[in-house]
């Protein structure tokens, strides 16, 4: 198959060896291995048989630089090197994924020039706990935040077609945030994927990765967080400007005006921020600016009636007239609001067209 194989290791065991073989039997011609600054005895004797196969090209690391760059260094490679193949498949060394995957992935790529993930099911009892449980939460998190539908974030056979790789060489990220970083940026850079179903294989329990499940989630999710923090600074803001409107504003003012003149005001600053924050930091839009802005405020004034109205729904269900409690409403109908109005602004405020 015209499909190059990107294998990145780092102190690998003897696996890596059958996997090459496996490979090769399967009708790979073109592997592409990366040794990743392996510092072993046993790793240096490992690389040195691999070598030997004609099919096999191995590209070293002099230090650990992380799978991301290890990636990297094999797309970078591939672009240069081999004019012309379709694309590559990635995988990992340690025999998590068969042979007979490896190549229906690499086939579907080919006859559908977008990306194909294998995807594994997180289902059974052989499954390591730390790694169900971080996929159904990214899985979650993926879906409800970025509108990235995807079954298993973690999958490391990815087949991805030639014309994507010059976008995911310049896509952040050194080590296993790398890989989720690659699923924002195809999603930002409207590069389409879908997903084959694989056999799911764990053996000793997953004891040969090198994930640390506590350092590398926080990079992973460092990128989900910030999609987080713009929406919780700007309602940080619109809060606190609220509640001393609200505060501020003369007793003599009917209870509706003192709120409607408190959600205005405070939700002409908050936005501004948001705006400015979400545009350039967050969806990193390149758009035009006059036709966010103008999506952004429709949707502000939308969900400012949305707030004022139902903040004064619940004061006059309640009778509630003291303006901490008012405050309290308003917090907890924002939260819902919150979430409605990310998804908004992802798919329509600052989604680019694609040409």
């Not at 490679?77 to 990635?90: H, I, M, P, Q, Y």
């Not at 908050?270 to 705006?275: C, E, K, T």
Request: with cysteine; aromatic share 10%; hydrophobic share 40%.
């Amino acid at each position: 198959m015209n499909v190059s194989v990107i294998l990145p290791s780092y102190d690998p065991s003897p696996k890596l060896i059958e996997a090459v073989e496996a490979l090769i039997g399967s009708g790979f011609d073109d592997i592409i291995v990366i040794n990743d600054g392996s510092s072993k005895d046993s790793s240096k004797q490992i690389f040195e048989q691999i070598k030997k196969y004609p099919h096999v090209t191995l590209i070293s690391h002099e230090k650990n630089m992380g799978k991301g760059r290890a990636l990297k260094t094999g797309f970078e490679f591939f672009l240069e090197n081999r004019k012309d193949k379709a694309g590559v498949v990635t995988t990992d060394d340690d025999l998590q994924h068969t042979p007979a995957d490896i190549c229906a992935c690499a086939e579907d790529m080919e006859n559908k020039s977008i990306a194909v993930f294998g995807a594994r099911s997180f289902k059974g009892d052989n499954i390591p706990p730390k790694s169900r449980i971080g996929n159904n939460i990214t899985s979650f998190t993926f879906r409800f935040l970025c509108g990235i539908k995807i079954t298993d974030t973690q999958t490391g056979l990815r087949a991805i077609p030639r014309s994507y790789l010059p976008t995911l060489i310049k896509t952040g990220g050194e080590r296993f945030e790398y890989e989720t970083n690659m699923l924002l940026a195809m999603k930002e850079n409207g590069m389409e994927f879908c997903e084959r179903s694989i056999e799911t294989i764990y053996s000793d329990n997953n004891s040969g990765t090198h994930f640390n499940p506590f350092k590398d989630s926080v990079k992973i999710y460092a990128v989900i967080i910030k999609y987080i923090i713009s929406s919780m600074t700007a309602s940080l803001i619109d809060l606190l400007c609220f509640t001393l409107l609200n505060l501020l504003l003369p007793r003599e003012y009917d209870v509706w005006l003192r709120i409607l003149l408190s959600t205005g005001i405070a939700r002409i600053i908050s936005s501004a921020v948001n705006y400015i924050i979400n545009k350039n930091k967050v969806f990193k839009s390149k758009g035009n600016v006059k036709g966010s802005l103008l999506k952004y405020y429709c949707l502000c004034i939308a969900q400012a009636g949305s707030s004022y109205g139902l903040v004064y729904l619940l004061t006059f269900l309640t009778g509630a007239e003291q303006s901490l409690l008012q405050t309290v409403y308003k917090m907890l109908i924002d939260i819902v609001l919150f979430f409605l109005c990310f998804t908004i602004q992802r798919e329509w405020v600052f989604k680019e067209k694609r040409k």
